[in-house]
């Protein structure tokens, strides 16, 4: 079964070398899928100015800008956007766009020794070239990390995320 259905997406990670689940199944793709997750968020949490699913989506947009306001202002990492919601997406400033890759894959298997659990993303590096124009195009893409802080305890956690990136930066 996994021969006919493996997948792989830039935006999918696996830590084993095993066979997994999620490469091999069709998780959510069934037509519908979508509109009955959103459906059942709305039963659960309906929209409304100001309600319980406004302040949740509004204090992880506050914990996003936050971590990207730290990242841009640490000449040792480069972020590729403002976030629009709850994702912030960066690399570790480097010579070459190859050495920034492997430094973010070395970021994310040291940030998940020590329980901050962050994503892997192959991104083209046009995201990334207006931040510093000097790196060295060895490759067209860049591994980066990626953190999606959904949920609204994310900003009270944002120091202790802050010294964990802070400490692997310095090694």
Same mark, same amino acid.
């Given at each position: 079964? %996994? ?12 830590? @084993?070398?095993?066979?997994? *689940? %999620? ?10 899928? &979508? ?5 059942? !968020? ?6 409304? $100015?100001?309600?319980? /699913? ?11 800008? &936050?971590?990207?306001? $730290?990242?841009? @202002?640490?000449?040792?990492?480069? !972020? ?15 010579? @070459?766009?190859?050495?920034? @890759?492997?430094? =973010? +894959?070395? =970021? /994310? =298997? ?18 990334? =070239? ?12 860049? !591994?980066? *990390? ?16 802050? +010294?964990? *990136?802070?400490?692997?930066?310095? $090694?």
């Amino acid at each position: 079964m %996994g021969k006919l259905y493996q997948h792989d997406s830039p935006y999918t990670y696996f830590t @084993s070398e095993e066979l997994h *689940l %999620g490469e091999i199944s069709l998780e959510c793709s069934r037509p519908g899928a &979508a509109a009955v997750a959103l459906w059942a !968020t709305q039963k659960l949490l309906p929209l409304q $100015k100001g309600g319980e /699913f406004a302040r949740i989506l509004s204090r992880s947009r506050v914990a996003a800008l &936050a971590l990207y306001e $730290k990242l841009e @202002s640490d000449r040792r990492w480069l !972020t590729a956007f403002e976030p629009e919601l709850d994702i912030v997406i960066w690399m570790p400033r480097a010579r @070459s766009v190859s050495e920034a @890759s492997r430094l =973010a +894959r070395r =970021a /994310f =298997a040291e940030a998940a020794k020590q329980n901050l659990h962050l994503a892997l993303a192959t991104l083209p590096v046009e995201f990334f =070239a207006s931040n510093d124009p000097a790196i060295q195009r060895d490759a067209e893409t860049v !591994t980066c *990390l990626r953190s999606v802080l959904m949920k609204p305890e994310h900003a009270d956690w944002l120091e202790e995320i802050w +010294r964990i *990136l802070t400490a692997i930066a310095a $090694k």
